[in-house]
Nanobody, 120 residues
Framework: QVQLVESGGGSVQPGGSLGLSCTASGFTFSTYDMSWYRQVPGKERELVATVTATHTANYADFIKGRFTISRDNVKNTVHLQMNDLKPEDTAVYFC??????????????WGQGAQVSVSS
């Protein structure tokens, strides 16, 4: 049974920091690209950051060096450290796992989401 369980998040004032963790089970974690997405009501879910199976990290332009994504293939976790948070970072953040085989359909899994709220 595949599970992605997010933890962390919460409320913080502008300029503050928060961390999100996602613990995976039920699939071969090390072979999947792991990402964080976020969504606000009425808007599409948007990609925040990805760390590939080969540990390459990529970020959305709006992050501008404020966030860091990392993974631990021993603990099957992916972490998003968020610094210098802004009110516009307020959203539900989702953990995502994706595997694109050489042929056949891609496999995609989602966590349940974690709320991040930034306000003064």
């Amino acid at each position: 049974q595949v599970q992605l369980v997010e933890s962390g998040g919460g409320s913080v004032q502008p300029g503050g920091s928060l961390g999100l963790s996602c613990t995976a089970s039920g699939f071969t974690f090390s072979t999947y690209d792991m990402s964080w997405y976020r969504q606000v009501p009425g808007k599409e879910r948007e990609l925040v950051a990805t760390v590939t199976a080969t540990h390459t990290a990529n970020y959305a332009d709006f992050i501008k060096g404020r966030f860091t994504i990392s993974r631990d293939n021993v603990k099957n976790t992916v972490h998003l450290q968020m610094n210098d948070l802004k009110p516009e970072d307020t959203a539900v953040y989702f953990c995502n796992a994706m595997y694109v085989p050489g042929w056949g359909p891609r496999r995609v899994y989602w966590g349940q989401g974690a709320q991040v709220s930034v306000s003064s």
